[in-house]
T-cell receptor
Framework: DAGITQSPRHKVTETGTPVTLRCHQTENHRYMYWYRQDPGHGLRLIHYSYGVKDTDKGEVSDGYSVSRSKTEDFLLTLESATSSQTSVYFC?????????????FGEGSRLTVL | GQQVMQIPQYQHVQEGEDFTTYCNSSTTLSNIQWYKQRPGGHPVFLIQLVKSGEVKKQKRLTFQFGEAKKNSSLHITATQTTDVGTYFCAVTQGGSEKLVFGKGMKLTVNP
C-alpha cells in the first residue's frame, strides 16, 4: 500500500467547532486530493493540490479550506463544522496528473458532527 | 459540471454468474478509471482506459471503453464472493485536473 496516513481516523465534534484533518504521505507525490464519501453520492472532490502552496477547488468546496506547506502534508480544515459535514473523508495522492496516473487512497477519516 | 452515471446502482448475483455494469457520460471523456472499494475499506485502483474502443482484461474482469469515449463497461465472469464491494468509475474531461467519480455500483454475491 502507498504510504498515506490520515489523522485522526475517527472524530466526533460539535456543530460550530473547527476541525482539521491531516493527510501525510511518504511517496513524494505531487498531487494530493481530499474527497468525501456519503451514501448515495459516491466520492466527491472537495479540494486538490498540484504542488506546495498550489491548491484548487473541487465539486463541494464550500465550508472547507486546505493548505499544503510541505509536499508530504495536505490539511483539510472545517472552520465551523456543521452536521451536513458528517462524512467519511478520504485523502488520495497521485504521482502524475489524473489523465495518466492512478489515485492511491488513505484509509479514511470518519467525522461525526453533532 | 461533469456528470457520470453508473448503472445499475446495486447488483446481487449468484456465485458463478456473469454480469456487466456500465458507466455513462453525456460528454466525451479524456480517460476513465475504475476503482473497487471493499466494505469498510478504501477505494483501490483497478484499471485505466484511454483509447477509443480499448479493452483490457484482469483475470475475470474485462473493461471496455466505448468507441465514442462516452461510456465504459466492466464485465465480471464467474463471480466469486471475493468480488463483493462497490465499483466506481472515475472520469476526466478535457484538460481538467479533476477526477470525478460516479456514485458506484454495489455488488453482493450469494454463495
Amino acid at each position: 500500500d502507498a504510504g498515506i496516513t490520515q489523522s485522526p481516523r475517527h472524530k466526533v465534534t460539535e456543530t460550530g467547532t473547527p476541525v482539521t484533518l491531516r493527510c501525510h504521505q511518504t511517496e513524494n507525490h505531487r498531487y494530493m486530493y481530499w474527497y468525501r464519501q456519503d451514501p448515495g453520492h459516491g466520492l466527491r472532490l472537495i479540494h486538490y493540490s498540484y504542488g506546495v502552496k498550489d491548491t484548487d477547488k473541487g465539486e463541494v468546496s464550500d465550508g472547507y479550506s486546505v493548505s499544503r506547506s510541505k509536499t508530504e502534508d495536505f490539511l483539510l480544515t472545517l472552520e465551523s463544522a456543521t452536521s451536513s459535514q458528517t462524512s467519511v473523508y478520504f485523502c488520495a495522492i497521485s504521482e502524475w496528473r489524473v489523465h495518466t496516473g492512478e489515485l492511491f487512497f488513505g484509509e479514511g477519516s470518519r467525522l461525526t458532527v453533532l | 459540471g461533469q456528470q457520470v452515471m453508473q448503472i445499475p446502482q446495486y447488483q446481487h448475483v449468484q456465485e458463478g454468474e456473469d454480469f456487466t455494469t456500465y458507466c455513462n457520460s453525456s460528454t466525451t471523456l479524456s480517460n476513465i478509471q475504475w476503482y473497487k472499494q471493499r466494505p469498510g475499506g478504501h477505494p483501490v485502483f483497478l484499471i485505466q482506459l484511454v483509447k477509443s474502443g480499448e479493452v483490457k482484461k484482469q483475470k475475470r474482469l474485462t473493461f471496455q471503453f466505448g468507441e465514442a469515449k462516452k461510456n465504459s463497461s466492466l464485465h465480471i465472469t464467474a463471480t466469486q464472493t471475493t468480488d463483493v464491494g462497490t465499483y466506481f468509475c472515475a472520469v476526466t474531461q478535457g484538460g481538467s485536473e479533476k477526477l470525478v467519480f460516479g456514485k458506484g455500483m454495489k455488488l453482493t454475491v450469494n454463495p
